[in-house]
């Protein structure tokens, strides 16, 4: 869904489990917390806090061991 982030929650490099959050997004006067769907490390930020984000749109990349997933909205 469209929304805009509020908060990023991880940095680069930062190790996530499944289940962590990873970013607070409000959409539809609500926030909803985006949340690791792995474990991993967060490779890279495709978003920052006061952007306005599309549905499927990439935000946080996180590498794990054997493979490169995306985790988008």
């Given at each position: 869904?469209?929304?805009?982030?509020?908060?990023?929650c991880v940095q680069p490099n930062q190790a996530v489990s499944r289940g962590?959050?990873?970013?607070?997004?409000?959409?539809?006067?609500?926030?909803?917390?985006l949340k690791a769907?792995?474990?991993?490390?967060?490779?890279?930020?495709?978003?920052?806090?006061?952007?306005q984000v599309r549905g499927g749109q990439l935000l946080v990349e996180?590498?794990?061991a054997d493979i490169s997933v995306d985790t988008a909205t």
């Amino acid at each position: 869904m469209d929304g805009c982030i509020v908060e990023i929650c991880v940095q680069p490099n930062q190790a996530v489990s499944r289940g962590d959050t990873l970013a607070v997004m409000e959409a539809m006067k609500m926030e909803h917390p985006l949340k690791a769907d792995r474990d991993g490390t967060v490779a890279r930020l495709a978003a920052a806090a006061g952007d306005q984000v599309r549905g499927g749109q990439l935000l946080v990349e996180i590498d794990s061991a054997d493979i490169s997933v995306d985790t988008a909205t």
